[in-house]
């Protein structure tokens, strides 16, 4: 029983949980949008600077949720500053393939670059998802909100997205 | 009667035999009880099911599943229509199921019993016809700090329409109702009491008879929220001569899409249909059409029919077993996992009214609801973990979330033994 548990609750997922980086409120955030789902209550609100060549300068989190949500946001707003928002979408398209899909191959994306690929790497920690469907919502949460933020939406509650 | 309605009343019947003679907790023999319920049989991840996710929904003996089937199989055409054979024996499957609740909570006539989809629907039932015709401007409506979303957001709505006003009775820490507090906030304004029977975010269990009688002596009609209670004590809808009472078919062992809304006949009668369409009607014109009186004036279109019928053989089933025997199961059950549940080491029980139903809801140390939820689930034992559609108390508690288990005539302390075991995985993998 404990194996798949043990795949999902990795050492590192659960230090990012119980000591969340960047959780605080910048000052200087020019986008941010409030995540919230539902099924659970788990609420995260995602702030972002970007800069006027839409690269995102630095990314943060405050909000509440289980380990997996929370543990996502962290890695999140490490991973984003120096990306820009088209690197930032087609990282979460990615991530999301990786927590989804059964047959996902890392990287095999003709311009998957360097730099994505060390991301992706380190979004591998979170791959235990994919056993556990319900749960795919709590890993994608921060990355949801990430998009309506750049989006200009505001708010993300996650009940439109259905697929997973 | 029907006849497969009798075969299946003697095999209710037998249930009845193996209490005979002794309403003692001891004579409720579960695992008899258990081998009614085919889902229980399976095992998930390779261990047997808990399913300890019974205030969400239970779980369906076979009995219920039958008479389904056999409605289905045998008489299943539309009701009050047809002159045809299968019509006549439709429409007294469907009706019997009338009777069998109206008895089951002792309403005064079968008429006093308005099927629906659910308890949400019985309530905005309520909202939209007794409330939008009798309620205005500056009229108030109290409910809990403690009930589900289904009996808050039907009257915001109501508010919104018609300007009423929404009062709140507080709760104390541990989740009892403030009876001090709610008779402050009853005022010769006060038109309607909603509240919870129990509160199924809690497992509270409300002083009902205390709260009608200091409705009534304001003038204020009560409607009650019935879900959590009866499918666990012994509901008699005129001792505590409330004016409503609503409730879901699901929750009390028989079919989703089916909920009732009793009403008393007298206050029924005043009030306007709910929906348009036929079923309800007397006679149409276009220049004017006139209503039948309940319960038909509420019930617009094709009922539930088959789910009627599968209601009526859950009361049928709850009956032979004994209402008193299956409350004293639960409360044993109840006491039992509160001993064990407080004994985890970094675990509180959030809610600890006085009187309570077998509802367990709880917090740990350095574990998100979510989390347990998951951990536990790969062990075989189903809990609802999140807001369970009450909010306003989660934020009362000041919590995003809770686990909790909630317990059904057929679970054992065996199993409450497998969820604390579970619980000590949780811990092992979060810390
Ligand atoms: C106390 C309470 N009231 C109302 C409801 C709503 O019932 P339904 O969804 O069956 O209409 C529930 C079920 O979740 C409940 O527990």
Redesign the interface.
């Given at each position: 029983m404990l194996d798949d548990l043990r795949e999902l609750y990795q050492e590192v997922i659960l230090d990012h949980s119980r000591n969340p980086r960047n959780f605080r409120h910048p000052g200087n955030a020019n986008c941010e949008a409030h995540g919230h789902n539902p099924m659970c209550g788990d609420m995260l609100t995602i702030y972002l600077s970007l800069d006027e060549d839409g690269i995102i300068q630095d990314a943060a989190f405050e909000g509440k949720g289980c380990a997996i949500a929370v543990a996502s946001a962290s890695m999140m707003t490490q991973i984003l500053p120096g990306k820009t928002v088209a690197q930032a979408e087609k990282l979460f398209s990615s991530f999301h393939d990786m927590c989804t899909k059964e047959d996902y191959e890392p990287f095999d994306t003709d311009d998957s670059n360097g730099e994505d690929e060390d991301a992706m790497e380190r979004l591998q920690m979170l791959s235990g998802v994919r056993q556990f469907p319900i749960r795919v919502k709590c890993a994608t949460l921060a990355w949801h909100t990430m998009k309506a933020a750049v989006a200009g939406d505001g708010e993300c509650p996650l009940v439109p997205v259905s697929t997973e | 009667m029907l006849n497969k309605e009798k075969e299946e009343m003697t095999k209710a019947t037998n249930v009845v035999e193996m209490t005979a003679g002794d309403n003692s907790m001891s004579a409720f023999d579960v695992e008899r009880v258990r081998a009614d319920f085919p889902i229980l049989e399976q095992t998930v991840?390779?261990?047997p099911l808990v399913y300890l996710d019974n205030a969400a929904s239970s779980q369906k003996p076979r009995q219920v599943i039958n008479a389904m089937s056999e409605a289905y199989e045998t008489y299943y055409s539309n009701v009050h229509r047809g002159l045809h054979n299968l019509s006549q024996r439709a429409t007294d499957g469907f009706e019997a199921g009338r009777e069998k609740i109206a008895r089951f909570i002792n309403a005064g006539s079968d008429d006093e019993i308005v099927f629906t989809r659910g308890a949400t629907e019985a309530i905005n039932l309520v909202a939209a016809t007794y409330g939008r015709a009798f309620l205005g401007e500056g009229d108030e409506v109290i409910i809990s700090h403690m009930e589900h979303h289904s009996n808050i957001v039907p009257w915001q709505m109501l508010r919104d329409e018609k300007g009423i006003t929404l009062k709140v009775v507080p709760i104390d820490d541990d989740g009892n109702f403030l009876l001090d507090e709610y008779e402050k906030l009853l005022t010769p304004r006060t038109k309607l009491v909603a509240v919870t029977h129990i509160s199924n975010a809690l497992g509270t269990i409300t002083p009902m008879a205390d709260i009608v009688r200091l409705a009534h002596d304001r003038g204020a009609l009560v409607l009650v929220d019935g879900c959590q209670a009866l499918p666990h004590m012994k509901v008699d809808v005129r001792a505590l001569d409330v004016d409503f009472y609503a409730f879901s078919s699901h929750k009390m062992y028989g079919p989703t899409g089916i909920g009732v809304l009793y009403g008393k006949s007298d206050i029924l009668n005043t009030m306007p249909p709910y929906q348009g369409g036929g079923e309800m009607i007397a006679s149409v014109s276009f220049e004017e059409t006139t209503y039948k009186a309940a319960p038909h004036r509420f019930e617009a279109g094709t009922p539930a029919i088959v789910e009627a019928v599968g209601l009526g053989a859950a009361v049928d089933y709850l009956e032979a077993l004994g209402m008193d025997n299956v409350a004293a199961h639960e409360s044993g059950l109840l006491a039992y996992a509160t001993q064990k549940l407080s004994a985890v080491p970094g675990l509180t029980i959030n809610g600890q009214a006085k009187e309570k139903a077998g509802i367990i809801a709880f917090l740990m140390e350095?574990?998100?609801?979510?989390?347990i939820g998951?951990?536990v689930d790969?062990?075989g034992v189903a809990v609802r973990?999140?807001?369970h559609c009450a909010?306003p108390v989660?934020d009362r508690f000041g919590v995003?979330?809770t686990a909790r288990a909630s317990f059904g005539l057929y679970n054992t302390r065996e199993e409450v033994d497998v969820l604390v075991e579970a619980l000590a995985?949780v811990r092992?993998?979060?810390?």
């Amino acid at each position: 029983m404990l194996d798949d548990l043990r795949e999902l609750y990795q050492e590192v997922i659960l230090d990012h949980s119980r000591n969340p980086r960047n959780f605080r409120h910048p000052g200087n955030a020019n986008c941010e949008a409030h995540g919230h789902n539902p099924m659970c209550g788990d609420m995260l609100t995602i702030y972002l600077s970007l800069d006027e060549d839409g690269i995102i300068q630095d990314a943060a989190f405050e909000g509440k949720g289980c380990a997996i949500a929370v543990a996502s946001a962290s890695m999140m707003t490490q991973i984003l500053p120096g990306k820009t928002v088209a690197q930032a979408e087609k990282l979460f398209s990615s991530f999301h393939d990786m927590c989804t899909k059964e047959d996902y191959e890392p990287f095999d994306t003709d311009d998957s670059n360097g730099e994505d690929e060390d991301a992706m790497e380190r979004l591998q920690m979170l791959s235990g998802v994919r056993q556990f469907p319900i749960r795919v919502k709590c890993a994608t949460l921060a990355w949801h909100t990430m998009k309506a933020a750049v989006a200009g939406d505001g708010e993300c509650p996650l009940v439109p997205v259905s697929t997973e | 009667m029907l006849n497969k309605e009798k075969e299946e009343m003697t095999k209710a019947t037998n249930v009845v035999e193996m209490t005979a003679g002794d309403n003692s907790m001891s004579a409720f023999d579960v695992e008899r009880v258990r081998a009614d319920f085919p889902i229980l049989e399976q095992t998930v991840y390779g261990r047997p099911l808990v399913y300890l996710d019974n205030a969400a929904s239970s779980q369906k003996p076979r009995q219920v599943i039958n008479a389904m089937s056999e409605a289905y199989e045998t008489y299943y055409s539309n009701v009050h229509r047809g002159l045809h054979n299968l019509s006549q024996r439709a429409t007294d499957g469907f009706e019997a199921g009338r009777e069998k609740i109206a008895r089951f909570i002792n309403a005064g006539s079968d008429d006093e019993i308005v099927f629906t989809r659910g308890a949400t629907e019985a309530i905005n039932l309520v909202a939209a016809t007794y409330g939008r015709a009798f309620l205005g401007e500056g009229d108030e409506v109290i409910i809990s700090h403690m009930e589900h979303h289904s009996n808050i957001v039907p009257w915001q709505m109501l508010r919104d329409e018609k300007g009423i006003t929404l009062k709140v009775v507080p709760i104390d820490d541990d989740g009892n109702f403030l009876l001090d507090e709610y008779e402050k906030l009853l005022t010769p304004r006060t038109k309607l009491v909603a509240v919870t029977h129990i509160s199924n975010a809690l497992g509270t269990i409300t002083p009902m008879a205390d709260i009608v009688r200091l409705a009534h002596d304001r003038g204020a009609l009560v409607l009650v929220d019935g879900c959590q209670a009866l499918p666990h004590m012994k509901v008699d809808v005129r001792a505590l001569d409330v004016d409503f009472y609503a409730f879901s078919s699901h929750k009390m062992y028989g079919p989703t899409g089916i909920g009732v809304l009793y009403g008393k006949s007298d206050i029924l009668n005043t009030m306007p249909p709910y929906q348009g369409g036929g079923e309800m009607i007397a006679s149409v014109s276009f220049e004017e059409t006139t209503y039948k009186a309940a319960p038909h004036r509420f019930e617009a279109g094709t009922p539930a029919i088959v789910e009627a019928v599968g209601l009526g053989a859950a009361v049928d089933y709850l009956e032979a077993l004994g209402m008193d025997n299956v409350a004293a199961h639960e409360s044993g059950l109840l006491a039992y996992a509160t001993q064990k549940l407080s004994a985890v080491p970094g675990l509180t029980i959030n809610g600890q009214a006085k009187e309570k139903a077998g509802i367990i809801a709880f917090l740990m140390e350095n574990a998100h609801a979510h989390d347990i939820g998951t951990i536990v689930d790969r062990a075989g034992v189903a809990v609802r973990a999140g807001h369970h559609c009450a909010q306003p108390v989660m934020d009362r508690f000041g919590v995003a979330a809770t686990a909790r288990a909630s317990f059904g005539l057929y679970n054992t302390r065996e199993e409450v033994d497998v969820l604390v075991e579970a619980l000590a995985a949780v811990r092992e993998l979060l810390g």
